[in-house]
């Protein structure tokens, strides 16, 4: 992992260097062509020797549901001509990090057993800043394997007030 960590940092940074005046939107574009990159079979055909790198970029184009910016086509190129292509996910994970760093933010994943409304998440996500002491971008992800309650991942920090948790520390408990 370290290895495609170590081949995306150059891209990630020349690509947040250059979109400078548009973080947003540079960001949207490779979030969205990240995922569709992620899928086996893209990266499967991306690898296929006989498969150019315009044909890439008209199956990307399509799947995202019409062209792509100028940006996006020459980065991708970039990607496709020197075999980086399998990087970009890892990319766009470095390339949200250091558009977090330069707003002062951090991406916060809350795991939860049940559909959190909008205002309750409003009010977690203020809960959570406080806590953390940053601002944060708060994202939901269903685990019905929780029971209840949530448990929040934060960088490499993780808060968890589920209900298996709490019964994991009861068990700890209760074998020692």
């Given at each position: ?115 959190i409304d909008d205002a309750a998440l409003a009010s977690l996500a203020a809960v959570l800043e406080k806590r953390f002491g940053r601002k944060l971008q708060v994202s939901v992800q269903l685990d019905p394997s929780l029971i209840g309650g949530v448990r929040v991942a934060v960088g ?21």
């Amino acid at each position: 992992m370290a290895e495609i960590a170590t081949i995306a940092r150059p891209y990630a940074e020349a690509l947040f260097k250059a979109s400078a005046a548009d973080l947003q939107g540079a960001g949207a574009w490779l979030e969205q062509v990240a995922a569709i990159a992620g899928q086996p079979q893209l990266q499967q055909f991306a690898d296929n020797p006989k498969a150019t790198p315009e044909q890439v970029l008209g199956v990307i184009a399509g799947v995202a549901g019409g062209t792509l910016p100028a940006q996006a086509n020459n980065f991708l190129s970039a990607l496709l001509e020197n075999g980086r292509f399998a990087a970009l996910p890892e990319i766009a994970r470095q390339f949200r990090l250091l558009a977090n760093a330069q707003r002062g933010s951090s991406d916060a994943v809350v795991y939860s057993a049940f559909p959190i409304d909008d205002a309750a998440l409003a009010s977690l996500a203020a809960v959570l800043e406080k806590r953390f002491g940053r601002k944060l971008q708060v994202s939901v992800q269903l685990d019905p394997s929780l029971i209840g309650g949530v448990r929040v991942a934060v960088g490499d920090e993780v808060l968890d007030t589920s209900v298996k948790a709490r019964l994991e520390q009861m068990k700890v408990a209760l074998a020692a």
